[in-house]
Nanobody, 114 residues
Framework: QVQLVESGGGLVQPGGSLRLSCAAS????????MGWYRQAQGKQRELVAV???????NYADSVKGRFTISRDNAKNTVYLQMNSLKPEDTAVYYC????????WGQGTQVTVSS
């Protein structure tokens, strides 16, 4: 059974930081591209960042220079370090694993507000 479990969301003031984690089980983690997506209320889900199995990363323009994705294949975990957070970063953040199949976590809420 595949599970992706996100953690680390919460309420933060503008300019603050959060670190999201996603622990995966039931997959050969190193084979999968691991990504973070987000969905704000009333909007479509969008890609935030992806870390491929080959070691490359890609970011949405809106988060470049502020967010950093990383992965630890020994711990089957992918991280998203979010700095200089803005109110427009408020969303539910989802972990994604993609290889032959596509898997999603349950999501974690990030709220940026003063």
């Amino acid at each position: 059974q595949v599970q992706l479990v996100e953690s680390g969301g919460g309420l933060v003031q503008p300019g603050g930081s959060l670190r999201l984690s996603c622990a995966a089980s039931g997959i050969i983690f190193s084979r999968y591209a691991m990504g973070w997506y987000r969905q704000a209320q009333g909007k479509q889900r969008e890609l935030v960042a992806v870390f491929t199995s080959g070691g490359s990363t890609n970011y949405a323009d809106s988060v470049k220079g502020r967010f950093t994705i990383s992965r630890d294949n020994a711990k089957n975990t992918v991280y998203l370090q979010m700095n200089s957070l803005k109110p427009e970063d408020t969303a539910v953040y989802y972990c994604n694993a993609q290889f032959a199949r596509n898997f999603w976590g349950q999501g974690t809420q990030v709220t940026v507000s003063s």
